[in-house]
Structures are given as C-alpha cells and as structure tokens.
C-alpha cells in the first residue's frame, strides 16, 4: 500500500486549499454583478406551428427526479417566452430539437405504460404557451395519473384557468422564481415581474400543492436577492436551490462560468429558514 508522508500530505492540503478557495474567490465575484450584457431578443416566443402540423415534443419514458416522491414519464415543449442566457434546454428554446416525437405518439406509450409511472410532468420550454394545455391535462387525468406542472409563472391568466376546472388542475405546480423584479427584464422583453408574483399569489389563494425553484446564477441570485424573493414565498411553500450547470446554455459565454459551490448554496438556504421560509437544496 502506498502512503505519504506528513510533509506530502500538508502540500497536498494545502493545494486542495487554495484551489478550493480560489474556487470559491471566483465564484463571490460573479456572484456580485451581471457577468454579460445580454439584451433579450423582442416579441413574444411562441412555439408557432405551421397549419395543421401535430405537435412535436421530446420525451422521457420514466424519471425518478422530476415528479417529488414519484415516478414519471416527463414530456418536454418547445418554445418559451424567457431568453435566460444561462438556460441549458438550448434546441428546445429555440425550437431546434431533432429528436422529437409526436405529442399523440408519446401519450400511446404512456397509456401502455401507466401501471408503471404515477404520474407526467409537462415541461419545456413553457408549457402554457400550448394552446391545447388543458385538453392535455385532462387526457392524463383520464388515465389515472397525476400531473405535475412546470411553469415560468409569466401567464397567471391561463394557470388560473387550469386550476379553476377539476378537469385541468394540475396536481403539482412547480414555479420559477429566478432574480429579483429589476434583473427580470434580463429575461424576457415582454412579460414584467408582476405577472410571476400574480402565478405566485393564485397558487397560494387556490390552496394548490406546489414548490417554488431558484437555480443559484451568478450575477442573477445572491443574498439581497433572496431576501427581496423571500416576502413573496409563502411560508410552508418549498422553495428549492438548485447550482446553475453550465453546458449548452443559450448565451454560449456561460459554458465558461463556473458554477457556484454547496457551501455557496447551502449560505442562501440558510437565509430562507432565517426569513421564515421552507428553504432546501437540491
């Protein structure tokens, strides 16, 4: 067996050290102002369809992680009204994804298969800029399974909708919260802050089971930030942290950027619970 010596061991110590601190140096920096300039593009970004053209999305049979405490199939929409620089689901944004399946293809396989999941998350993209959200929800519904809904939040009208009709409620809602009000126009040109903290508020008023997520992106979510967010969670809502991964974003500059320690997020927990709020990592 090999071993080191104490003098190996103390510089091998120390190196892990200063990288880790460097590490952390450099992520503090980041954290502390926008590290591009990035205008998002204007209008609206709707997943248009030719007339007539099925809907195409991607697909995954099952996944453990998407659903809370369930197992699921996870069906992914093309197009959002965000331009998130640092966002990674890069072709479905931007309607570029090749390997996608009609939307009525992947509700055959989870009509076979739903002895096996308990439930479908709708993702994207955004998923509420489909028109035909609803009917989808409710074909689900009629199969005995749970939905699970992710949204940006920034169409409060047509969330309000689903979850007025049993029908089309969704059983889980998890909302982005992703910076504070002045950084949301970073995002997206055309919807202000106020329809997100709307999403928020009908979800709280309708009693719905949901989470709330904020990935931790340098120069988007820091500690003044999450004190300014932590008035508008409700207090026995789950709001998860989750580290910004670089890879495939939209703004190629943030494949780059490093992503932000345990330590880092954990600090932004820990001032949630301090405010009153459910705050984890995840």
């Known amino acids: 067996m090999n071993t080191m010596d104490k003098s190996e061991k103390s510089r091998s110590s120390q190196k892990s050290h200063n990288s880790q601190k460097s590490h952390k140096s450099q992520s503090q920096a980041q954290s502390k102002q926008a590290l591009f300039d990035w205008t998002p593009p204007s209008g609206i970004y ?3 369809l030719p007339s007539g053209e099925r809907i195409r999305v991607g697909f995954r049979k099952t996944s453990l992680l998407d659903y809370p ?3 699921a199939s996870v069906i992914f929409f093309t197009g959002c009204n965000f331009r998130c620089p ?3 689901n890069r072709e479905l944004v ?3 994804a090749d390997d996608l399946l ?4 992947c509700l055959s396989i989870i009509e076979k298969r739903k002895h096996l999941v308990q439930g479908v998350v709708l993702t994207g993209g955004e998923p509420l800029l489909q028109e035909k959200i609803g009917e989808l929800i409710a074909q689900i519904h009629e199969l005995g399974l749970l939905v699970k809904l992710d949204t940006n939040g920034s169409l409060p009208e047509k969330l309000s909708a689903l ?3 049993q029908r089309t409620k969704p059983d889980y809602v998890a909302l982005d919260l992703k910076t504070d009000a002045q950084r949301y126009s970073d995002l997206s040109s055309g919807f202000p802050f106020a329809a997100v903290i709307q999403s928020l508020n009908i979800l709280a008023k309708y009693k719905q089971d949901f989470e709330v997520r904020s990935v931790v992106v340098p120069g988007y979510l820091d500690e003044p930030t999450v004190k300014a967010l932590a008035a508008l969670v409700p207090e026995e809502t789950p ?3 989750t580290a910004f991964a670089p890879g495939n974003c939209l703004d190629s500059r943030w494949n780059d950027v490093l992503p932000p320690d345990t330590d880092d997020i954990d600090a932004l927990v820990r001032i949630a619970e301090k405010l ?3 705050g984890l990592r995840r």
């Open 163 to 165: 979850i007025e009709d």
């Open 69 to 71: 405490a369930r197992l």
């Open 102 to 105: 009609l939307l009525d293809e």
């Open 46 to 48: 709707y997943s248009s």
């Open 239 to 241: 709001w998860y942290f």
């Open 276 to 278: 009153g709020r459910k």
């Open 86 to 88: 640092w966002c990674h």
């Open 94 to 96: 931007l309607g570029e």
